[in-house]
């Protein structure tokens, strides 16, 4: 008996947690895309460095096109940033780089790789780094909760959603309550 009494009170209470987590815990998380649309979202690719620590990449489109004189910044776990510009073809390359893990970044988007030494890498390690510009992954459920619709994002908060909950019930009480009392008395 003392079950079915707490049931209602464990509800209630879970809604109130439900409603006191602030909305950035529970939003979506925006993350650029790897080197390849085949790699999965968030993971670090491998990439085989060539003799002398060289990398070579090259810098896309969303549609595939080339994107020239493009500033490429990779940048190792310790802080060190080596940066290069794109030619003509969206190619850059860069030596003298060690193995280890790097993010690199252009201004319309980035990743995190692993680069080995050209007789330690793995089979499955690439010969270089394809960035593909503005492929951008949206990780998550609230695909309205973005910062260019500042009304989906206010009307999704807990607290307003529970306010016009209260508001659609306590206005039409208060309408049928006040009609009740201008009627007058009832008997004669």
């Not at 209630?12 to 993350?31: D, N, Q, Y």
Request: proline content about 9%; charged content about 15%.
């Amino acid at each position: 008996m003392k079950q079915t009494k707490s049931l209602p009170m464990a509800a209630i209470l879970l809604a109130c947690a439900g409603m006191l987590i602030p909305p950035s815990v529970v939003r979506a998380a925006t993350t650029t895309a790897p080197s390849s649309p085949s790699a999965p979202a968030g993971a670090v690719v491998d990439i085989a460095l060539r003799e002398g620590g060289a990398l070579a990449g090259q810098v896309l489109d969303a549609q595939g096109n080339h994107l020239a004189s493009t500033t490429v910044a990779i940048q190792s776990l310790d802080g060190q940033v080596v940066t290069a510009v794109t030619d003509p073809a969206g190619r850059f390359e860069v030596t003298g780089l060690r193995g280890g893990t790097y993010r690199i970044a252009t201004a319309h988007g980035a990743g995190t790789y692993r680069l080995w030494a050209p007789t330690t890498a793995p089979p499955s390690a690439r010969p270089g780094v394809l960035l593909v510009a503005g492929d951008q992954q949206v990780l998550g459920q609230w695909g309205c909760y973005s910062h260019d619709r500042p009304v989906l994002r206010f009307l999704s908060n807990p607290w307003v959603i529970a306010g016009l909950v209260a508001a659609a019930i306590a206005i039409p009480v208060a309408i049928h309550n006040s009609r009740d009392r201008d009627d007058g008395p009832t008997s004669p």
